[in-house]
């Protein structure tokens, strides 16, 4: 079947190499951004969130920077493994007009492809 | 793994009939989400709720409807469903709406011929 995959940018690196995916947010008033990865026939797993008052954080492997002035959210893994390969694709949390801060919105994603 | 389980996981139909998946969690979590996940679009809120019998639309909510009568379970409808609505649909879960982590589970895959 279609795989969520068509049509996305792609980053192809060798193992071992640190690997950084790149996402514009479109809200300035989000405080909050979820980055998430997916792979093939599955639902997106969680992976790191950053909240508007931090620049950096750090997790297993991950890190996560949020730079306000120009709206950009990166995520970086180091060491990267052939496991890592799936999509990967950050989401902001936009006020909406009704919902407040109770929603989400994704980007469309990066495909990431890791070679042995 | 959050325990969330959708069903069924997949599903062929006719245009015109009625379609409805369900989405169970194990979690207490107060919001629950319908998303469906199109090539080109990435991840489109269909409706969400907030509590039971709490629900809200969505980005792409025409052609859908939902219904939460319990804290674990959420129904999406399709009353009558269109070749449109060929996807795949995801629920998510989360305890706080859009200040803490969704949590999705692994989606169903809809043919609509």
């Known amino acids: 079947g279609e795989s969520v995959g068509l049509h996305l940018p792609t980053l192809s690196v060798q193992e071992g190499d640190n690997s950084i995916i790149n996402c514009a947010y479109s809200n300035s008033a989000s405080d909050y951004f979820i980055w998430y990865k997916q792979e093939s026939g599955k639902g997106p797993q969680f992976i790191i969130d950053i909240r508007s008052n931090m620049d950096k954080r750090q997790g297993q492997r991950v890190t996560v920077l949020l730079n306000k002035t120009v709206k950009h959210l990166s995520l970086q893994i180091a060491a990267t493994q052939p496991g890592d390969s799936a999509v990967y694709f950050c989401?902001?949390?936009?006020?909406?007009?009704?919902?407040?801060?109770?929603?989400?919105?994704f980007g469309k994603g990066t495909m990431l492809l890791v070679s042995p | 793994d959050a325990g969330i389980t959708q069903s069924p996981r997949h599903k062929v139909t006719e245009t015109g009939t009625p379609v409805t998946l369900r989405c169970h969690q194990t979690e207490n979590h107060r919001y629950m989400y319908w998303y469906r996940q199109d090539p080109g679009h990435g991840l489109r809120l269909i409706h969400y709720?907030?509590?039971?019998?709490?629900?809200d639309k969505g980005e792409v909510s025409d052609g859908y409807s939902v219904s939460r009568s319990k804290t674990e379970d959420f129904l999406l409808t399709l009353e009558s469903a269109t070749s449109s609505q060929t996807s795949v649909y995801f629920c998510a879960i989360s305890e706080s709406g859009g200040t803490t982590p969704q949590h999705f589970g692994d989606g169903t895959r809809l043919s609509i011929l």
């Open positions: 989401a902001e949390n936009p006020p909406g007009e009704n919902s407040g801060y109770s929603t989400l919105t």
């Open positions: 709720s907030y509590g039971v019998k709490d629900t």
